[in-house]
Structure formats: structure tokens, C-alpha cells
């Protein structure tokens, strides 16, 4: 999976990546479970009428994760629930520091209704580059979904766009323990479905050091180093690019959990103003 591009469908990926590793197979069968999202999402879509799949980019790669996993996790999982087709970035490898193909000029987000980042970037600090992929962003309106690792991708950098364009910034994160998640906005189409109160297994929190204003936190934990609570679940806005992030997700157990997978896919679906405000699916978007 490192060090190429490539164009998946669901239908192919279990047979040509999940079986192959072991150990992947149970993780892969937990995350295209269905959920109490799926059997919302039910016939929603309407006879004789079939919008366009969702055209998503998938970046991924760097260190510290297992990014090959979470690349037979993550996308399968959330075209089990939407229709939406992937392309998939994993060009870096296991660097922290390559300067990706893609993100030489800016054409790249044209063609795409979302962009969804779950890497880790953390070396690379030129301000150039960042600034070029933030104002794709900015220029275009094309949404992105921010995921774990790539929250804290170019913090190292004296450039601050990418937490311009997360809404958020942090530089460092707790030692790995469960968190009992809180949703600070419940009536938010984002978290509809989601526990109240979530115990997670270990994760990490990351500590928020600064907030732009059009940030709103969906959801908190409490954090026993600082004794403070951080966001881990927000939106933000750059222009007219809408957001979703969440610090969530270090562990692939964590992907794989299906109120997991139907968080993230409820972030993406709003990103994309296809998400209804009881948070399902807009009609035609839900997987058949």
C-alpha cells in the first residue's frame, strides 16, 4: 500500500487487501458492520433517482500509525454506509517528511468533492507548501475531514495555516488512556446517534492551544495531565470550505468501531451539505 496511488471500490477491497494480512479480517468485518447508522439510512434513496457517488481523496501515510491498517479500515467502512468513491494518496510511504506529488500546484482539488487527511505529516514545515495546500481549500470550497495524526501534521512549521484551515492547533497530546468522551453540542446533525458519554479504549488527547473563531467544539474530554477539557470532535469553516475534524482514531480498533465510522461519515457527509438533520443521509447518499 505504501508509496502509490490508486482508485479502490468497496467490492474489491476485502478481497484484494483484507484477507491478506493477519489479524485485518476481524478488524475489516467490525468496521463494515452495520450500525444504527445503516438502518437509519434505509430507503432513503428514492426510485428512478441516483445523484453521483461523492468523489473523495483519501491522503494517507507517514509514521507513527499504521496507516496500511487504517487504509482497509476507513474508506470500506464508509462506503458501506454512503456512495462515495475513493481515491486513495498513500505516496508518502512511512515518511513524516515527503513533500507528496500532489500537493505540488493546487489543480488536484478541482476534481474532488472532499478531501479526507489521515497522515502523518509532522516534519514537513515549509510554509509554502502548507499555505498552497490550505489555500486549495480556501480557493475552491472543497471540504475537508481531518483525522488523529493529521491534526498534528505541520505543527513543527512557523506556519499556522493548517490549524487555520482545522479551526484548531496542538503540538502535543497526552499519555494514551480511555477517555470518556462528552458531547458538548447534542442537537447537532454531526452528533445525532452518538453516546451521550463514551468510553473509549486508549487514545490520545490532544491539547488544544488555540482556537479560531469559526471553530465549534461537538465534543470534549477531560484530560488528568492539564485538568482541562479539549475539544476531540469539531467543525470549522475557511471560506466557503466547510470542516470536520476529530483528534480520535490512534488505535485501528478505534476506526474500526462502528460509532466510530459513523461519526466520521456524518462529518464527511456534512462537509458536503448532504447531511439531513437528523443525521442521515441526504436522499440518493445513503449505500444500497
Same mark, same amino acid.
Given at each position: 500500500m505504501d508509496g502509490r496511488t490508486s482508485r479502490c471500490s468497496v467490492a474489491t477491497w476485502l478481497s484484494a487487501r483484507g484477507a491478506s494480512r493477519p489479524g485485518q479480517l476481524a478488524l475489516v468485518a467490525a468496521a463494515l458492520a452495520f450500525s444504527a447508522f445503516s438502518s437509519l439510512a434505509v430507503g432513503l434513496v428514492p426510485q428512478g433517482a441516483s445523484p453521483a457517488p461523492i468523489k473523495a481523496l483519501y491522503v494517507t501515510g507517514g509514521g507513527f500509525h499504521d496507516f496500511s491498517t487504517q487504509e482497509t479500515i476507513l474508506p470500506p467502512g464508509i462506503a458501506q454506509r454512503i456512495r462515495i468513491d475513493w481515491t486513495i494518496d498513500h505516496s508518502a510511504g512511512k515518511s513524516t517528511e515527503v513533500l507528496i506529488d500532489r500537493h505540488k500546484t493546487t489543480d488536484w482539488a478541482k476534481v474532488f468533492d472532499v478531501v479526507v487527511y489521515n497522515m502523518s505529516f509532522s516534519n514537513v514545515?515549509? *510554509?509554502?507548501w502548507i499555505?498552497?495546500?490550505? %489555500?486549495? @481549500?480556501?480557493?475552491?470550497g472543497v471540504p475537508a475531514v481531518i483525522? @488523529? %495524526?493529521a491534526v498534528h501534521s505541520y505543527r513543527r512549521s512557523e506556519s499556522k495555516a493548517w490549524g487555520e484551515l482545522m479551526g484548531a492547533f496542538s503540538m502535543r497530546h497526552d499519555t494514551?488512556? *480511555?477517555l470518556t468522551i462528552e458531547v458538548a453540542a447534542k442537537d447537532h446533525p454531526i452528533m445525532r446517534g452518538f453516546p451521550d458519554k463514551w468510553q473509549t479504549i486508549n487514545e490520545e488527547l490532544y491539547e488544544i492551544e488555540r482556537v479560531w473563531p469559526a471553530m465549534t467544539p461537538l465534543a470534549r474530554a477531560y484530560s488528568e495531565e492539564t485538568k482541562k477539557r479539549d475539544p476531540v470532535i469539531w467543525i470549522n469553516t475557511l %471560506?466557503?470550505?466547510r470542516v470536520f475534524v476529530t483528534s480520535l482514531g490512534h488505535q485501528n480498533?478505534?476506526?474500526a468501531n462502528p460509532i466510530y465510522l459513523d461519526l466520521v461519515t456524518r462529518g464527511l457527509l456534512w462537509t458536503v451539505d448532504k447531511l439531513r438533520a437528523d443525521g442521515t443521509p441526504a436522499a440518493g447518499y445513503a449505500a444500497r
Amino acid at each position: 500500500m505504501d508509496g502509490r496511488t490508486s482508485r479502490c471500490s468497496v467490492a474489491t477491497w476485502l478481497s484484494a487487501r483484507g484477507a491478506s494480512r493477519p489479524g485485518q479480517l476481524a478488524l475489516v468485518a467490525a468496521a463494515l458492520a452495520f450500525s444504527a447508522f445503516s438502518s437509519l439510512a434505509v430507503g432513503l434513496v428514492p426510485q428512478g433517482a441516483s445523484p453521483a457517488p461523492i468523489k473523495a481523496l483519501y491522503v494517507t501515510g507517514g509514521g507513527f500509525h499504521d496507516f496500511s491498517t487504517q487504509e482497509t479500515i476507513l474508506p470500506p467502512g464508509i462506503a458501506q454506509r454512503i456512495r462515495i468513491d475513493w481515491t486513495i494518496d498513500h505516496s508518502a510511504g512511512k515518511s513524516t517528511e515527503v513533500l507528496i506529488d500532489r500537493h505540488k500546484t493546487t489543480d488536484w482539488a478541482k476534481v474532488f468533492d472532499v478531501v479526507v487527511y489521515n497522515m502523518s505529516f509532522s516534519n514537513v514545515v515549509d *510554509p509554502a507548501w502548507i499555505e498552497r495546500i490550505t %489555500g486549495a @481549500h480556501r480557493a475552491t470550497g472543497v471540504p475537508a475531514v481531518i483525522l @488523529h %495524526g493529521a491534526v498534528h501534521s505541520y505543527r513543527r512549521s512557523e506556519s499556522k495555516a493548517w490549524g487555520e484551515l482545522m479551526g484548531a492547533f496542538s503540538m502535543r497530546h497526552d499519555t494514551q488512556r *480511555p477517555l470518556t468522551i462528552e458531547v458538548a453540542a447534542k442537537d447537532h446533525p454531526i452528533m445525532r446517534g452518538f453516546p451521550d458519554k463514551w468510553q473509549t479504549i486508549n487514545e490520545e488527547l490532544y491539547e488544544i492551544e488555540r482556537v479560531w473563531p469559526a471553530m465549534t467544539p461537538l465534543a470534549r474530554a477531560y484530560s488528568e495531565e492539564t485538568k482541562k477539557r479539549d475539544p476531540v470532535i469539531w467543525i470549522n469553516t475557511l %471560506g466557503k470550505a466547510r470542516v470536520f475534524v476529530t483528534s480520535l482514531g490512534h488505535q485501528n480498533d478505534m476506526m474500526a468501531n462502528p460509532i466510530y465510522l459513523d461519526l466520521v461519515t456524518r462529518g464527511l457527509l456534512w462537509t458536503v451539505d448532504k447531511l439531513r438533520a437528523d443525521g442521515t443521509p441526504a436522499a440518493g447518499y445513503a449505500a444500497r
